[in-house]
């Protein structure tokens, strides 16, 4: 059996954590990298007027949700909160706005104990 040297044992550990190490931080260094690139690509595509039509588009038909929670008064604060925002937006991207409908959301069911346990068994951490 040959017997190595401990320097050269040593001089192996040391040169092969020095490959790992400098791999690692090229890895490291490419990803941002790609990540800049494509938040550069990203941004040349979307233009100001493109994400202010976006925002009519989506603010033509307003269909706002309202929880369920508050009866009478409170609906109507809601309500006039919404309207404002509505109009904000509108003056903002200078076109005419109308809200359609506001809804009440329902209620999700609570969940069960086990259902509970489970989340919380599957989410906690090691």
Do not use: H
Not at 3 to 11: D, K, L, P, T
Not at 64 to 84: L, N, R
Not at 90 to 117: C, H
């Amino acid at each position: 059996m040959m017997e190595m040297e401990w320097s050269y044992v040593g001089a192996v550990v040391i040169s092969g954590l020095v490959i790992v190490f400098v791999a690692l931080i090229l890895l490291i260094f490419m990803v941002w990298l790609m990540g800049k690139v494509f938040e550069a690509i990203k941004g040349n595509k979307q233009t100001e007027t493109e994400s202010a039509a976006n925002v009519a588009n989506a603010a033509n038909a307003v269909s706002a949700p309202v929880s369920a929670a508050g009866t009478g008064a409170d609906d109507d604060e809601v309500i006039a909160v919404i309207s404002a925002a509505v109009a904000m937006m509108a003056q903002e991207s200078g076109t005419a706005l109308q809200i359609k409908s506001i809804t009440p959301t329902r209620k999700k069911p609570a969940r069960n104990a086990w259902a509970a346990a489970a989340a919380a068994e599957s989410t906690r951490s090691f």
